[in-house]
């Protein structure tokens, strides 16, 4: 492979990347802090779900081994 050939795809594939980022329909700050909240408020309700099935798990199995 020609090595002008490489650092000539390579610049290709840079100019492209950089149109497509312009195409990007990137958020707003108010959007990005909703959406945070949102991802964030979600994760502690799936968390807490999960500990407490957690927490009744380990209490039955103590009943059964103890």
């Not at 490489?6 to 958020?27: G, H, L």
């Not at 700050?29 to 979600?42: D, F």
Request: glycine share 4%; no cysteine.
């Amino acid at each position: 492979m020609d090595l002008g050939n490489i650092f000539r795809k390579i610049s290709t594939f840079f100019k492209e990347v950089r149109t497509e980022m312009k195409k990007v329909n990137w958020p707003t700050r108010q959007e990005l802090l909703r959406y945070t909240l949102i991802v964030i408020g979600a994760s502690v309700i799936v968390a807490a779900f999960l500990g407490a099935l957690d927490y009744l798990f380990i209490n039955v199995l103590q009943k059964f081994i103890f």
